[in-house]
């Protein structure tokens, strides 16, 4: 009886509108900008995978060979492999770490609780290529802090790491979203009935049978769920890789497409290819994420709010769970900060020494504010983020009115085209729409506004879920009431729909401007001279070896990171929302 | 003044199955009178009100508000909700919680194809908030108001831009009881003071009665019957009305003969032979079923005069107060009476029943909801 929202979308046979109404001009305009970019990058990689390259000479042909070429070579075997173990090496470590702080947290006593939560903005301050440096600084063999020490202390005769290998790149990229891990295992925790691990534990199981025989198995959908998300996650890492893989010749599928575009002549349908094969890669993860999830709900068996578990009372070892929880602390975000901050007062990079203490300088700084290229990277970065950040939310808000509130047949189908830049790999989306404007000459080509293409696709996804969480929860009545007052569609959303999305609105808004703000998987592609953000000048400080300037501006970039979290974090409290 | 003609109304649901939603709806309301749609959920209700507010589009049929039609499917016509000007309260009052109890009420001003000076807005929402006791919270956010004052605000919404005609969709069904009833009143004074014709919906067959000029009963998408609160009660067309409003007693029996009086019958049952009432045209023969209102089942404990007598045992009392229920058993049926508290027959003993003939109403079983 309850049936569909407006009236002239619901009904099977379309109004002929008497007057010109602009909402279909808004509602158009949205769709065909979300089917645009969410669908043209996709498509002209497939294309240009299958054809060769395109010269003034020679048209395009179709060709296997970009395929046969990635795929008839060892060396792609090779490729393939390594990024699996790469992938599946840094999204185990990041899971198990995460996991063990998850059940810390929610089932333990674990003394220093309120400090977990703090930790898992980590991600979000410290930017990949940042923790990536930092952790060169502290774990290279030559210049490592910590090898140096542990070689002093113990008097070894080689370093005791190597962060230029694969163990090294799993260590550094699974360290970094084991925050992440952390997050999606608390909310699979705090998502299960805390009754069913007490009735077992009154019907006489110890802590381990509950562990292991209730509470993991309950939780299993969200575990592999979880796990799926940190593998295509780390399939797409991007800075690790590069950073740590290249240099010793440990090739994945990201670096493996940069090092293909970078190449003279550049192999664009090489690139494409390897794209094509990651892109498969992800969106299988990506689908079977989306599956467990909405089939985990058969799990997810909590009922009403404001419980607390009983909790797991470690004894002395609570003391040991703490240590661990320190030595992580340090690992993540002590060390890795304090070698930057270390560094950014040296003249030339040095190892920390009662010399090098002398020698303190603001030099870096100095040369961070006079350097040309900072002021117009800061500017670019500011238009973008904050531009990126504004059509999103503005976009994704009416697309969202029309997935949740209309019957419009097909609106399912756009729900899925808006999300469809989630299975994209950074670094392959950049790719796509470098071919695509290369090819397409619209004038976007070197300009700031190809990278504005590139975030707005890759982000939309986010401010659409964070639109959608609240459109939700605005009573369809609240719309047909303005309706019945007299106001026309385009007054209600204006008036009602927007400031009722509020909250959804503005922390996506933050959200998409933080990760805009560091975004560099994409941009590495797509920048020119000219239209450098500020990840791609941390980039180019570390290809000339600046690595003091570097830090300087990387210590800087953290602490601006830092208070536009918090800042966020202050404005969803103060809107009451939760992420 | 309201006209609804031949309304029908289809929807796939969630499944892709067809629901039919409302299936030849028509009726009239007259000028300042409140009409009312009552039903079980899912009886097509609700969808005609939001037809006639035109937040949803039927399939066919016609609707005119003093001669303006809104809709039509065959001259094609259909006018956007909000340029139809009418007033409604939702069931869930969708006060806006961004906005204070003024501005909600000033919305329908600032957004009409009218517009008003800030002068005249101030004064007719002043002068609608104090019609529904509420001038003096003006200023209040409207999330801080209780359910009582956000119905109160809900309605003084629909009415600021002086609607030709109100629709409310079960308005009082989130309210507690006690203020449900008295909410009941204030709606009533409203209404019959400002004499604003109302389209009410309800499932709360004592708010319809006690609120309407006229009820009609809907089940499976079509109107059952249309008649006074009164007759509605007394006079059902049909089981499921009988059954639908208020409790009865229901007995299965065929028809003898006529009897003296206008549609008078005389009708064989279970429990005996009855003289009885009915506005169908029955013949001699016919199966009928009989409701009989617990209030219209009179017990004694001296054997009264007149016809549709008989010895029953009492099976079972329940006290509650203002009156008490008893359970009589009469030849293997149960019977439910409801008596003045002073009636104090102990469980097991004889009581005499008597059913009045005029208040036995029949209908053919064929007509069985």
């Known amino acids: 009886m309850q049936a569909a929202g407006n009236p002239a979308l619901t009904s099977g046979a379309p109004v002929l509108p008497r007057r010109f109404d602009w909402k279909w001009v808004v509602i158009g305009l949205c769709v065909a900008l979300t089917v645009y970019i969410a669908v043209i990058p996709l498509a002209f990689l497939l294309w240009q995978s299958f054809f060769t390259p395109q010269t003034a000479a020679k048209a395009a042909q179709f060709t296997l060979d970009n395929y046969t070429t990635a795929y008839g070579s060892s060396e792609t075997a090779r490729l393939f492999w390594n990024s699996l173990k790469f992938a599946f090496g840094a999204s185990l470590f990041a899971f198990t770490v995460g996991t063990a702080l998850a059940w810390m947290n929610e089932r333990t006593n674990t003394p220093f609780k309120t400090l977990f939560f703090a930790l898992s903005l980590i991600p979000l301050i410290i930017p990949g290529i940042l923790f990536t440096v930092a952790w060169i600084l502290l774990g290279s063999p030559k210049i490592g802090i910590i090898n140096l020490a542990l070689q002093y202390w113990f008097g070894l005769e080689k370093p005791l790491f190597n962060v230029y290998s694969l163990w090294g790149m799993m260590w550094v990229d699974g360290l970094h979203y084991s925050p992440m891990a952390f997050l999606l295992m608390t909310a699979a925790f705090r998502a299960m009935d805390p009754s069913l691990e007490e009735s077992a534990t009154m019907s006489g199981a110890n802590i381990f049978q509950v562990a292991w025989r209730v509470t993991l198995k309950l939780t299993w959908p969200a575990i592999l769920a979880t796990l799926l998300m940190l593998f295509v996650r780390a399939i797409e890492s991007f800075e690790v890789p590069a950073l740590l893989g290249l240099p010793v010749g440990i090739h994945v599928f990201t670096s493996a497409i940069y090092q293909a575009v970078h190449r003279y002549p550049s192999q664009i349908g090489l690139a494409s290819a390897y794209g094509m094969t990651l892109l498969v890669i992800t969106t299988i993860g990506v689908y079977f994420v989306s599956r467990l999830s909405s089939r985990g709900s058969k799990y997810a068996t909590m009922t009403g709010k404001g419980f607390r578990p009983r909790q797991i009372d470690l004894g002395p070892w609570r003391w040991v769970a703490a240590a661990v929880f320190i030595v992580y602390f340090l690992l993540i975000v002590v060390l890795p900060f304090a070698v930057l901050l270390w560094s950014s007062f040296q003249r030339f990079y040095s190892v920390p020494s009662w010399q090098a203490l002398q020698n303190l300088t603001l030099d870096p700084y100095r040369f961070i504010f006079t350097y040309p290229n900072l002021a117009r990277s800061v500017w670019n970065t500011l238009v973008l983020s904050f531009g990126t950040a504004t059509l999103i939310m503005l976009v994704t808000s009416v697309i969202c009115w029309i997935v949740v509130k209309t019957k419009l047949p097909g609106r399912w189908l756009l729900d899925n085209v808006a999300s469809l830049p989630m299975v994209f790999p950074g670094l392959v989306l950049g790719l796509s729409i470098m071919i695509f404007y290369l090819n397409v000459d619209v004038g976007v080509y070197g300009t700031i506004w190809i990278m504005f293409i590139a975030y707005v696709t890759r982000f939309m996804p986010y401010g659409l879920r964070y639109n959608t969480a609240s459109m939700l929860q605005i009573h369809k009545e609240l719309e047909e009431s303005a309706a019945m007052s007299g106001a026309s569609w385009g007054t209600t959303f204006r008036r009602i729909i927007l400031p009722l999305l509020k909250p959804g609105l503005v922390a996506g808004w933050i959200y998409v401007m933080i990760v805009s703000i560091r975004e560099l998987s994409s941009s590495i592609l797509l920048y020119s001279p000219g239209t450098e953000v500020l990840s791609i000048t941390i980039w180019e400080l570390w290809e000339n070896g600046q690595y003091v300037e570097l830090s300087a501006l990387g210590v800087l970039f953290i602490l601006a990171l830092f208070v536009l979290v918090m800042l966020a974090q202050w404005l969803g409290k103060k809107f009451g929302i939760k992420e | ?369």
């Open chain 2, 1 to 369: 003044m309201l006209k609804v003609e031949g309304l029908f109304t289809e929807y796939p649901n969630e499944r892709g199955e067809i629901v039919k939603a409302a299936q030849d709806v028509s009726f009239e309301v007259p000028e300042g009178k409140l009409f009312t749609l009552l039903g079980p959920s899912g009886c097509g209700k609700t969808t005609t009100l939001r037809s006639i507010a035109g937040l949803e589009r039927p399939r066919l049929g016609e609707i005119s508000v003093e001669g303006r039609v809104v809709y039509s499917s065959t001259k094609g016509v259909f006018v956007a909700p909000n340029r139809r000007g009418f007033g409604m309260v939702f069931q869930s009052y969708a006060i806006w919680p961004h906005m204070n109890v003024f501005q909600n009420a000033a919305f329908p001003l600032e957004v009409g194809d009218r517009r008003f000076s800030g002068q005249e807005i101030r004064d007719k929402v002043l002068r609608v908030l104090k019609a529904v006791q509420l001038d003096e919270l003006a200023d209040r956010e409207a999330t801080k108001l209780s359910g009582g004052q956000q119905q109160r605000l809900a309605l003084a919404r629909a009415l600021v831009m002086e609607p030709q005609l109100l629709l409310l969709d079960e308005p009082l069904s989130n309210l507690d009881a006690k203020l449900r009833e008295r909410m009941r009143f204030e709606l009533k004074r409203l209404q019959r003071d400002l004499r604003i014709t109302t389209v009410y919906v309800t499932h709360d067959q004592s708010e319809a009665l006690a609120l309407s000029h006229s009820i009609a009963v809907m089940n499976e998408g079509r109107i059952q019957q249309i008649a006074t609160p009164r007759d509605i009660y007394e006079k059902p067309r049909s089981q499921f009305v009988a059954d639908f409003v208020g409790t009865t007693n229901f007995l299965d029996g065929t028809v003898l003969a006529r009897a003296a009086g206008a549609d008078r019958y005389r009708v064989r049952t279970e429990v005996g032979d009855l003289e009885v009432l009915s506005s169908d045209a029955l013949r001699e023969g016919d199966g009928v079923v009989l409701s009989v209102r617990p209030e219209d089942v009179d017990l004694s404990e001296a054997k009264p005069e007149g016809a549709n007598v008989w010895e029953a045992r009492v099976d079972q009392k329940v006290f509650l107060g203002e009156f008490i229920d008893f359970q009589v058993k009469l030849g293997g049926r149960i019977l439910l009476s409801r008596s003045h508290p002073s009636l104090r027959t102990p469980v097991g003993d004889a009581i005499y029943v008597r059913l009045h003939p005029e208040k036995c109403v029949a209908f053919k079983a064929s007509d069985h909801a």
